[in-house]
T-cell receptor, first 112, second 114 residues
Framework: GQQVMQIPQYQHVQEGEDFTTYCNSS?????IQWYKQRPGGHPVFLIQ?????EVKKQKRLTFQFGEAKKNSSLHITATQTTDVGTYFC????????????FGSGTRLLVRP | EAQVTQNPRYLITVTGKKLTVTCSQN?????MSWYRQDPGLGLRQIYY???????DKGDVPEGYKVSRKEKRNFPLILESPSPNQTSLYFC?????????????FGPGTRLTVT
């Protein structure tokens, strides 16, 4: 079935270090979304990428969608303690506009 | 305030005792979904609804039922809960339209079935 693989599962960084999480699909995606979930909270939408090779930035966060639309990454520059949480990607395939398949998430811990 | 609400937030129940988790949104969204979240597995879609009286199965629908009689409400029903349905459940909604892709999640319902 359709799956989105996300790595790493955990990342523990020193405050100020960079962080990257990666998502991969075996088949071409229609679009991909990213969410952040703070500890004890609910997922909050960050961004959607649609175009091949698309790059979007939100302050210290950079989101990329691969040329083949099969992979995506989220990069955080100079992490802060407020970045702590779990980051999920969620893919939507060409043949369905309603179903969203989530990756297993990357939990980010930041040492102050 | 635009929001998705769920009730109850926490529930401990016993195997076989029917329960309903309510979900309501005040944003007039057409699309609504239910997800369960388990450690290491991310969020898995249980059911979704494209509009009133229109629902379809997600990836893990077994043991669950839903209904969409009103646009704002999308209850999740467990007719005969089992321990493997112990999980954190999220309801989500989004508007229709090419640019209305942002999903809004409720606060979650933590269910324990003993």
């Amino acid at each position: 079935g359709q799956q989105v693989m996300q790595i790493p599962q955990y990342q523990h960084v020193q405050e100020g270090e960079d962080f990257t999480t990666y998502c991969n699909s075996s088949t071409t995606l229609s679009n991909i979304q990213w969410y952040k979930q703070r500890p004890g909270g609910h997922p909050v939408f960050l961004i959607q990428l649609v175009k091949s090779g698309e790059v979007k930035k939100q302050k210290r966060l950079t989101f990329q969608f691969g040329e083949a639309k099969k992979n995506s990454s989220l990069h955080i520059t100079a992490t802060q303690t407020t970045d702590v949480g779990t980051y999920f990607c969620a893919g939507r395939w060409m043949d369905s506009s309603y179903k969203l398949i989530f990756g297993s998430g990357t939990r980010l811990l930041v040492r102050p | 305030e635009a929001q998705v609400t769920q009730n109850p937030r926490y529930l401990i129940t016993v195997t076989g005792k029917k329960l309903t988790v309510t979900c309501s949104q005040n944003m007039n969204h057409e699309y609504m979904s239910w997800y369960r979240q388990d450690p290491g597995l991310g969020l898995r879609q249980i059911y979704y609804s494209m509009n009133v009286e229109v629902t379809d199965k997600g990836d893990v629908p077994e043991g669950y039922k839903v209904s969409r009689k009103e646009k704002r409400n999308f209850p999740l029903i467990l007719e005969s809960p089992s321990p493997n349905q112990t999980s954190l459940y999220f309801c989500a909604s989004r508007d229709r339209g090419l640019k209305s892709y942002e999903q809004y999640f409720g606060p979650g319902t933590r269910l324990t079935v003993t």
